[in-house]
């Protein structure tokens, strides 16, 4: 009497599970220490994070690492994708459905220790001091709403390694990035840190978040949410913090 609804179950076993099995599509742009190539593999803090996160949740990723403007394209163009890192600006707030937080995102603005001759007075009155920033990025939306403009009072490179040799060049005054971006710069380019010298902040009240898109299903952000918050309760983050060369109370 049973066998029917049984049968029932079994044919229906094999569709949920390979609906369960397809692969979550990411798309996230080079941001060291979050994530970077190594060996033609995406890797990073953020990286290795969303992996753990994916296995709690029970999802498979199908991860690309591409330029910045490229992983933006292809996330709006891939339906139910995860785009990362983002740093979660209020003018951003609609675009994405957020997971996170990963970690604070803290914006200096940064001159050669060398260079004692530049006085700081604020980004309006910049006196003719070229500010540097890098494509694509929160950083340099921010510096345009301030009213500064590229070719102008506005260096734009498009890299960050292009930004941090730019700037130890003398091609820029001033260089605006995470601080945790212009000293992996630096480690990469055999720099000690002493070269530099942050003279102001632009933002300290963002984080850095995964954003997946607005019309996604709420089922994936939900999922990676709970294990996000899981694995940090259990300490993950920090761990990869110091694995990664970066100090506790590093934002």
Known sequence: MQRRPLLALAAALPLRAAAARTPLPVFCHALPPLSFEQDGQP?????????????????DLALALQPRLRAEKSFLETPGSLLFPLARLPEREHRYRWVGPLLPRRVGIYRLNSRADIRWRGLQQLDGLR????????????LQAEGLKPGKELEVSPSYEASVRKLLAGRMDLLVIGDLNIYWQLQLLREPPERIKE?????????YCFGLRPDAEPAPADALQRALDQLRRGGAIERLKQAYGLPANAT
Request: glycine share 16%.
């Open 43 to 59: 890797t990073g803090l953020g990286v290795e994070l969303l992996r753990r996160m994916a296995e709690l949740a029970g999802l």
């Open 131 to 142: 500010v540097g920033a890098t494509a694509g990025t929160a950083t340099l939306e921010q």
């Open 199 to 207: 003279v102001a902040v632009l933002d300290a009240g963002t984080d």
